[in-house]
């Protein structure tokens, strides 16, 4: 059984920065793609970025200020969120599957979820 556990969210100001963890258990980690999605209240779920290996991929909304690695020896995957903006306010959830490129920013081309981890940013 394959787990997804995000943390490292909390509440913070504009231009403050975070970085968000999501820790994989139960599966072989270096096999899979990882991504990041936020859904901020009352909005669609948004596609922020993918690690592949060591290359990431961003949403345009986010490129610049956001980065993603991976620690393969920790089975965890980290967002480093920079300057951040009140609209990046959303809970922050991880994904993990073997999409095809194409498919990153697609919700339904992940096999596995986490819960997802809460991100509040006032102005």
């Known amino acids: 059984q394959v787990q997804l556990v995000e943390s490292g969210g909390e509440m913070v100001q504009a231009g403050d920065s975070l970085r968000l963890s999501c820790v994989v258990s139960g599966g072989t980690f270096s096999r899979y793609t990882i991504s990041w999605f936020r859904q901020a209240p009352g909005k669609e779920r948004e596609y922020v970025g993918t690690i592949r290996g060591s290359d990431g991929y961003y949403a345009d909304s986010v490129k610049g200020r956001f980065t993603i690695s991976r620690d393969n020896a920790k089975n965890t995957v980290y967002l480093q969120v920079n300057n951040l903006k009140p609209e990046d306010t959303a809970v922050y959830s991880c994904?993990?599957?073997?999409?095809?490129?194409?498919?990153?920013?697609?919700?339904?081309?992940?096999?596995?979820w986490g819960q997802g981890t809460q991100v509040t940013v006032s102005s």
């Open positions: 994904a993990a599957g073997t999409p095809i490129t194409s498919s990153y920013s697609d919700y339904n081309a992940y096999w596995y």
